[in-house]
T-cell receptor, first 111, second 115 residues
Framework: GNSVTQMEGPVTLSEEAFLTINCTYT??????LFWYVQYPGEGLQLLLK?????DKGSNKGFEATYRKETTSFHLEKGSVQVSDSAVYFC??????????FGSGTRLQVQP | DAGVIQSPRHEVTEMGQEVTLRCKPI?????LFWYRQTMMRGLELLIY????????DSGMPEDRFSAKMPNASFSTLKIQPSEPRDSAVYFC?????????????FGPGTRLTVL
């Protein structure tokens, strides 16, 4: 079956620090990979995506590269802001189209 | 576009009552998904539809849960009778047949509390 494993949170950083949230996956077939973000009290928003090996998804300063050899899709940002505080979900989708989510990682950025 | 619309945003009910959650997908989208989010189990798929037809309902917890999609612009998720363990945030999402990306757009969710 399909599964996503991401690092436990919360992750607490100071403003302008470097962020990495690890994500690894197991999939039958060739998945598309996603990072979604959930701000307090809101639904999920797509942050970035990648559909094939070595693709790099990027948005709002966040980046993640689809690594087939290590089955990973780690999220990075060079300089976090207080406004980045949220829960981040790594997810994959194969032919069945439904998303399989990781457990989520809460990021707290302190001024 | 208004995005995916869900109603109600909050629902508080008593154990044993019937609960109906509603979703309007983005116009033109042909896939619709219902997910549930809890602290214990995280985000999990309940059911999804393609062109109004249920494709995979293996995530529906038990017979108390049912979902329908009578047309392309409306879906319901019903719980009857409701139980306290059904308390969760229920999300609806939609997507369209477009390449391989399978990007889904989520509604704001319905927070259900069963007392």
């Amino acid at each position: 079956g399909n599964s996503v494993t991401q690092m436990e949170g919360p992750v607490t950083l100071s403003e302008e620090a470097f962020l990495t949230i690890n994500c690894t996956y197991t999939a039958t077939g060739y998945p598309s990979l996603f990072w979604y973000v959930q701000y307090p009290g809101e639904g999920l928003q797509l942050l970035l995506k990648a559909t094939k090996a070595d693709d790099k998804g990027s948005n709002k300063g966040f980046e993640a590269t689809y690594r087939k050899e290590t089955t990973s899709f780690h999220l990075e940002k060079g300089s976090v802001q207080v406004s980045d505080s949220a829960v981040y979900f790594c997810a994959l989708s194969v032919l069945r189209r439904a998303l399989t989510f990781g457990s989520g990682t809460r990021l707290q950025v302190q001024p | 576009d208004a995005g995916v619309i869900q109603s109600p945003r909050h629902e508080v009910t008593e154990m044993g009552q019937e609960v109906t959650l509603r979703c309007k997908p983005i116009s033109g989208h042909d896939y619709l998904f219902w997910y549930r989010q809890t602290m214990m189990r995280g985000l999990e798929l309940l059911i999804y539809f393609n062109n109004n037809v249920p494709i995979d309902d293996s995530g529906m917890p038990e017979d108390r849960f049912s979902a329908k999609m009578p047309n392309a612009s409306f879906s319901t998720l019903k719980i009857q009778p409701s139980e306290p363990r059904d308390s969760a945030v229920y999300f609806c999402a939609s997507s369209w047949t477009s390449g391989r990306s399978n990007e889904q757009f989520f509604g704001p969710g319905t927070r259900l509390t069963v007392l």
